[in-house]
């Protein structure tokens, strides 16, 4: 059974958070530390430590993710002008919280990540 992180209390809204979105699969709010001027997690209401535990039954799930972060992205006027979209796993990556969330940032030119 994987242990609960923070992200958990923030769907069940036992802490505070800016959510920006949520329906019974998925929750978005704004990053705590943001790396850009629009920077939000899209997060699983279930909990999923890493993308290495991601099941095959999972998959609509994960497709319901991308599609909540096109809207957010449609939402925060970045559609046009472009985002990025993360996904950390484990240490080389720096995934410090072990429930899966998708980064999504813009609001500024974020540069090459990769080439
Ligand atoms: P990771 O490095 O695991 O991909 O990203 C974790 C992200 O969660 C970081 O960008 C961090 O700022 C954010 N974060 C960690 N704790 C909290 C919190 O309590 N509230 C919010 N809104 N964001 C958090």
Do not use: W
């Amino acid at each position: 059974m994987a242990e609960e992180t923070i992200f958990s209390k923030i769907i069940r809204r036992e802490i505070p958070a800016d959510i920006v979105f949520q329906d019974d699969q998925v929750t978005a709010f704004r990053d705590i530390s943001p790396q850009a001027p629009t920077h939000i997690l899209i997060i699983p209401n279930k909990l999923i430590p890493t993308v290495n535990h991601i099941a095959e039954s999972d998959e609509a799930l994960l497709g319901h993710m991308m599609v909540v972060a096109a809207k957010i992205a449609k939402q925060e006027g970045i559609d046009e002008s472009g985002y990025r979209l993360i996904m950390n796993c484990n240490k080389d990556a720096g995934q410090e919280v072990f429930h899966i969330h998708m980064h999504l940032l813009g609001g500024k030119n974020l540069g090459r990540l990769i080439g």
